[in-house]
Each structure stands twice: as C-alpha cells, then as structure tokens.
C-alpha cells in the first residue's frame, strides 16, 4: 500500500466491473498498482510521508 495525495481526478480501474473515482485534492493509502498508474498519468504525487514499496 502507498500514500498519495491526488493532484488530479483520478478512475481507477481495478477490473472491467470495479472503477474506483478520486477526486484532486484526496490523501488516501491505495494500492501500490493503483499509486503507479495514478502518478505516471500525473494525476498523483507520493505523499511527503511516503517511500516508494519495495514489497511485490
């Protein structure tokens, strides 16, 4: 799980029936798939508290 805080709205979704919506401005714990996907679209930033997850 990684800390984030969305700088953009965000969809995320986990599969074809499961869309989960972030609004800009939110600091949640998501999952590390969710963190990537939001942060290389530019809609995240890793909050300051945060390391990247080293766990698989």
Do not use: H, N
Request: include cysteine; charge should be negative; proline fraction near 2%.
């Amino acid at each position: 799980m990684t800390k984030v805080i969305f700088t953009k709205d965000f969809d995320y979704r986990q599969d074809e029936y499961l869309t989960i919506a972030y609004t800009a401005g939110m600091e949640c714990l998501v999952d590390d798939e969710c963190a990537t996907q939001a942060i290389d679209a530019g809609a995240a930033t890793l909050a300051e508290d945060e390391e990247p997850s080293d766990e698989e």
